[in-house]
């Protein structure tokens, strides 16, 4: 499993990563809504998921493409697979968009 990992450049990116883990699933059969069936959430958080923090989906993923976790989400879980604390809380709150909108209302 780490042999294949180590042999397909992931990218580091998150929206350059969602897109070949998109790829990915592709071509092994699979999709972000087939996960979410599977584990009972909508295809939507799935899809967030590829972007903002969600430990269980994203293990699923990982497991569904074949790969370690920690190798498709390097900036989210440590070499050994231990979830890495994250600096600053997502939310849709504190995303650019929202800041510029609240820059924008006090201008």
């Known amino acids: 499993m780490s042999d294949a990992a180590s042999s397909m450049n992931i990218p ?8 070949w883990i998109l790829g990915q699933l592709r071509l092994r059969g699979s999709s972000l809504r087939k996960i979410a069936d599977r584990l009972g959430v909508s295809h939507q958080s799935c899809s967030i998921a590829l972007l903002a923090p969600s430990e269980r989906i994203e293990i ?8 370690p976790v920690q190798k498709v989400f390097p ?6 697979g231990r979830r890495l604390p994250q600096s600053r809380p997502w939310n849709r709150s504190t995303g650019r968009k929202a800041v510029e909108r609240q820059i924008r ?3």
């Open 60 to 67: 699923a993923i990982a497991e569904e493409l074949g790969i």
């Open 105 to 107: 209302r006090s201008a």
């Open 12 to 19: 580091k990116e998150p929206a350059e990563r969602r897109v």
């Open 75 to 80: 900036d989210r879980f440590s070499p050994d």
